[in-house]
T-cell receptor, first 113, second 112 residues
Framework: NAGVTQTPKFRVLKTGQSMTLLCAQDMNHEYMYWYRQDPGMGLRLIHYSVGEGTTAKGEVPDGYNVSRLKKQNFLLGLESAAPSQTSVYFC????????????FGEGSRLTVL | GEDVEQSLFLSVREGDSSVINCTYTDSSSTYLYWYKQEPGAGLQLLTYIFSNMDMKQDQRLTVLLNKKDKHLSLRIADTQTGDSAIYFCAERFEGGGNKLTFGTGTQLKVEL
């Protein structure tokens, strides 16, 4: 029962480096989301996707890009990492029509020096 | 825009009841949720309530919704040490698609 899997779980980057976080779900869910979690600020939506080939901006999209080439995968990219992007990133997936339950991955902790 | 507020910390003794509160601003909420996050883990859905309900009970959990005051609460009866976690309320509102807006989270600490 894999559910939602995020890789990597931990990463340290230098300012200006690029990286990609991968989210994979095996539940055939249509919707996928990337959130960041920061102390005292809860979860903030970065980008989301309502289906394969689609992406949309969330609340805090600047500095991030996403792609959903396959239904099961949702990639989050940082082209030029900044210390302000130090955070814990969570991916979530959601079936099309339900009560709204999100299924979360275990998180990816990113530190930008 | 939508905004969801929670107090950051709550400390209770084992066996007591815990009440975690949440206020939201969007009156067109359709569903409201409580998620639990244990240390080092992702969020898991605890319970949810549809906006036309005012109460929902599920074993030790009781959710109360006051739509007039836009106030949601989660009561945990007989709180145990295993209930120590961060609790997030979230809302899904009409016109927002399937997106959820999360609160800041309340860290519940259960003391012996």
């Amino acid at each position: 029962n894999a559910g939602v899997t995020q890789t990597p779980k931990f990463r340290v980057l230098k300012t200006g480096q690029s990286m990609t976080l991968l989210c994979a779900q095996d539940m055939n869910h249509e919707y996928m989301y990337w959130y960041r979690q920061d102390p005292g600020m809860g979860l903030r939506l970065i980008h989301y996707s309502v289906g394969e080939g689609t992406t949309a901006k969330g609340e805090v999209p600047d500095g991030y890009n996403v792609s959903r080439l396959k239904k099961q995968n949702f990639l989050l990219g940082l082209e030029s990492a900044a210390p302000s992007q130090t955070s814990v990133y969570f991916c979530a997936s959601q079936p099309t029509a339900n009560t709204g339950e999100l299924f979360f991955g275990e998180g990816s902790r990113l530190t930008v020096l | 825009g939508e905004d969801v507020e929670q107090s950051l910390f709550l400390s209770v003794r084992e066996g007591d009841s815990s009440v975690i509160n949440c206020t939201y601003t969007d009156s067109s909420s359709t569903y409201l949720y409580w998620y639990k996050q244990e240390p080092g883990a992702g969020l898991q859905l605890l319970t949810y309530i549809f906006s036309n309900m005012d109460m929902k009970q599920d074993q030790r959990l009781t959710v109360l919704l006051n739509k007039k005051d836009k106030h949601l609460s989660l009561r945990i009866a007989d709180t145990q040490t295993g209930d120590s976690a961060i609790y997030f309320c979230a809302e899904r509102f009409e016109g927002g698609g399937n997106k959820l807006t999360f609160g800041t989270g309340t860290q519940l600490k259960v003391e012996l």
